[in-house]
């Protein structure tokens, strides 16, 4: 295939030029077929026969084609990314939240799924979801976790960035952002999203924020794309009114209770074969502990083992990294 073509068909998919797209992959095709490769030149000729598939990106596989090729939008004056692109391998086994959640999370998944059956009564998935709750409850796994089980890559958007390094420049930034959105299917993280809310003391910004928290109701409302868009934050209380009533679900990440402790305990200290631990006793002692705090004290006590050069990890050892933990959460400032 000649470096060329490949150059004019990324440009085109860049550039959204249909028709350029066609004359390049049309060529292509046609070079094959000189090369005797008929089988791939028939393969190429069925894929662009049904052009709709051109124009919007459906294909999982598609995106990820794509993905390091497309250029990241970037901000006007310094120059810096505004986003990421991102994917994982992780699954919903990896997250431990309550039924209520979890039958939440997939019927989001499931929306997808029936896009098209969706379609037929003239309804969408629900695309616009807000996440909030306790650091370290998984807002941000979770978005991974969809992105994966979606095939959809995802677009990591740290808002307070794109908001507060360069106010003036933030309705522009997002107009970008959104505009990438738009080209692709993907699953868009806002993390950090109470950024709007955090600078309301100085006047100045007050007045600024406010215009980016309208713009961006705008660009919501205005979303037309295919992706699963997702704000995380945990300061709900400072986000305008105005902002939840744009997200079609809300979804609440709470600390673990006793039995999703256990769960979490069971989970991370899966890679531990040795001995028989007491994941109940575990749960009881640990009340106020997050699922991050958890995989913490997990990673913590396996490392003390280690440096400790024993071959087991005894129910004090935990005990005391657990109680370790709890007086570092009451040390912790408030954030807000
Ligand atoms: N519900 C959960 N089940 C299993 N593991 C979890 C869960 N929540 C958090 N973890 C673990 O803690 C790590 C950090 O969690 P995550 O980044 O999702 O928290 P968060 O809710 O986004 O917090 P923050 O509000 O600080 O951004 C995860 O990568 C995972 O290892
Ligand atoms: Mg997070």
Same mark, same amino acid.
């Given at each position: 295939m000649k470096s060329q073509y490949i150059k004019e068909i990324f440009k085109s998919f860049v550039n959204e030029d249909k028709q350029k797209f066609l004359e390049y992959a049309n060529a292509i095709i046609s070079d094959e077929k000189k090369l005797n490769h008929q089988l791939f030149a028939n393969e190429l000729k069925d894929i662009i026969e $049904?052009? +709709? /598939? #051109?124009? #919007? #990106?459906? +294909?999982p596989d598609y995106n990820k084609y794509y993905k390091r090729n497309i250029p990241i939008p970037r901000d006007n004056?310094?120059? %810096? !990314?505004l986003l990421e692109l991102k994917e994982y391998e992780l699954n919903w086994d990896d997250l431990i939240v309550n039924e209520d959640i979890s039958y939440h999370l997939h019927s989001i998944e499931k929306g997808f799924w029936n896009k098209e059956i969706l379609k037929t009564y003239g309804i969408k998935p629900k695309q616009k979801i807000l996440f909030f709750g306790v650091p370290g409850t998984g807002k941000t796994l979770t978005a991974k976790i969809l992105s994966n089980v979606l095939g959809f890559p995802l677009v990591y958007v740290r808002f307070d960035a794109i908001v507060s390094s360069y106010l003036g420049e933030t309705a522009t930034n997002l107009k970008k952002i959104f505009e990438f959105i738009e080209k692709g299917q993907w699953v868009v993280l806002l993390d950090e999203f109470d950024v709007v809310g /955090?600078? *309301?003391?100085d006047q100045y910004e007050h007045g600024e924020i406010k215009r980016v928290v309208n713009n961006f109701m705008q660009l919501l409302d205005n979303f037309d794309g295919e992706s699963l868009i997702i704000a995380a934050t $945990?300061?709900?209380? &400072? &986000? +305008?009114?105005? &902002?939840? *009533? *744009? %997200?079609d679900d809300i979804i609440h990440f709470e600390l673990p209770d006793e039995k999703e402790r256990e769960k979490l305990f069971r989970f991370y200290f /899966? !890679?531990? /074969?040795k001995g028989k631990l007491d994941n109940t006793r575990l749960a009881a002692m640990s009340t106020g502990l997050s699922a991050a705090d958890i995989s913490q004290v997990v990673s913590e006590s396996i490392r003390q083992m280690i440096i400790e050069n024993k071959t087991d990890i005894s129910i004090e050892l935990i005990t005391s990294v657990i109680d370790m933990f709890l007086k570092r959460k009451k040390l912790e400032p408030n954030k807000i």
């Open positions: $049904n052009t +709709d /598939k #051109v124009n #919007v #990106v459906h +294909d004056e310094k120059g %810096f !990314p /955090k600078q *309301r003391d $945990n300061h709900e209380q &400072l &986000l +305008d009114p105005g &902002l939840w *009533r *744009r %997200f /899966k !890679p531990i /074969k």
